[in-house]
């Protein structure tokens, strides 16, 4: 298993952000006081997530607009029919750890 840290300040609400976690690039969403992290790939094709925007605890893909739900991963919109794998997310205070499950 392997994890990454990060400062809470250094996450701007509302806006994605890639991260590598090993191997994997992870986006990593704050909405308030909650952070999210699920991968930055699409699903669909090859579109980064994190240059999409984020809604009501949704991120949407930029390239063809398919919507998925941060906090499962679940694709919510065509064109994905296929999660997204979803990362483990612990805060204490401003550090923000992110691990693999
Ligand atoms: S690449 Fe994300 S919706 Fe097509």
């Not at 669909?44 to 499962?72: P, Q, T, V």
Request: proline fraction near 4%; charge should be negative; hydrophobic fraction near 35%.
């Amino acid at each position: 298993m392997s994890n990454i840290q990060l400062s809470f300040a250094s996450l701007p609400e509302g806006k994605p952000q890639k991260v590598a976690l090993g191997d994997k690039d992870v986006c990593v969403a704050r909405i308030g006081d909650e952070v999210f992290a699920v991968a930055d790939m699409c699903t669909h094709s090859e579109a980064s997530l994190s240059e999409g925007d984020i809604s009501n605890y949704k991120i949407e893909c930029w390239l063809h607009g398919a919507e998925f739900d941060l906090r499962s991963g679940e694709a919510k919109t065509p064109p994905a029919v296929e999660s997204l794998e979803t990362f483990a997310v612990s805060r204490d205070g401003d550090t923000v750890t992110i691990s693999s499950k």
